[in-house]
């Protein structure tokens, strides 16, 4: 669905401000990943982006709750630019315990459960232990004057 509307013409609408940008795909991608969970999974609960600043409320509970970004990037989506994502967290007792990248164009799926490592297509991923010379034994600098 995102990969053939990335080149498509889009019409969206302003959620918060004229950054924060809302398409149909958003909406239909957000219902698609919904739908397709409560019928796997009946009794949890659900926290979409687009449903909230659609003025739908949602608490957090301890429920298992899925929380789901259709599209991570509108911006980025809507200027046909490719580094946009599905972003979807399950949490239960209001603790994240498992998270879902899906960087739509590169096809390269990362998953993560809490206690069980991160992969990225089923392959195993960790922190580098590699240093680099401008790094070592030093702290980051602070940040600019101003921000």
């Known amino acids: ?6 080149v498509a013409e889009k019409v969206f609408d302003l959620k918060s401000s004229v950054v ?6 958003d909406k239909a991608v957000e219902t698609f990943i919904i739908d397709s969970l409560k019928s796997r999974y ?35 989506f809507v200027h046909t630019f490719p580094c946009v994502a599905v972003s979807i967290g399950f949490s ?10 899906f960087h739509v164009m590169a096809e390269e799926m990362y998953t993560a459960v809490k206690g069980h490592g ?9 922190v580098s ?4 010379k401008w790094t070592r034994g030093r702290s980051l600098p602070p940040p600019p004057l101003g921000r």
């Open 1 to 6: 669905m995102i990969r053939r509307a990335i």
């Open 20 to 25: 924060d940008l809302v398409t149909e795909t």
């Open 42 to 76: 009946p009794d949890h609960r659900f926290i979409g982006e687009e449903s909230v600043a659609g003025g739908i409320k949602h608490d957090l509970t301890d429920a298992p709750t899925w929380i789901i970004d259709p599209i991570d990037g509108t911006t980025n």
């Open 92 to 101: 239960v007792e209001k603790q994240l315990v498992a998270g879902i990248i």
């Open 118 to 126: 991160a992969f990225c297509n089923g392959l195993p991923i960790k």
């Open 129 to 132: 232990q590699a240093r680099s």
